[in-house]
């Protein structure tokens, strides 16, 4: 079933929710926990980005995939890395904005014609 503007409204609200407990996971002060592979920290990033690329496409199905999405995306990720750098046991990584990026890429290269040729989005 395609994405209306009806439903639209409900992907919209789900985006905040998203922004609001990614913001509180990045943010909160942690201690250091051993990971169960190297690199599961970017691929978190990824997996969160690519969500909030799917979530800001969906809460606007009349526009396409377009700057107007994934620009305030990735200054949300800048964002939330210059903050980490003030929180204990975090810190600013370009590492982790490649990762925020590939995610949003991801999903414009790889989720987005998926939709499409399942005739969702």
């Known amino acids: ?63 396409g995939f377009v700057p107007l999405k994934y620009l305030p995306l990735c200054a949300y990720g800048i964002g939330i890395e210059i903050l980490q750098n003030y929180i204990p046991n975090r810190q600013f990584g370009l590492d982790d904005l490649v990762a925020d990026g590939t995610g949003l890429l991801l999903y414009g290269a790889l989720g987005l014609p998926l939709l499409r040729r399942w005739q969702i989005r």
């Open 1 to 63: 079933m395609p994405i209306t503007r009806c439903n639209a409204a409900g992907f919209q609200i789900l985006l905040g929710l998203a922004l609001l407990v990614a913001s509180i996971a990045m943010l909160s002060p942690s201690e250091p926990e051993p990971f169960l592979f190297p690199g599961e920290d970017k691929l978190w990033h990824l997996l969160t980005f690519a969500v909030l690329a799917f979530l800001a496409d969906a809460g606007w199905p009349d526009k």
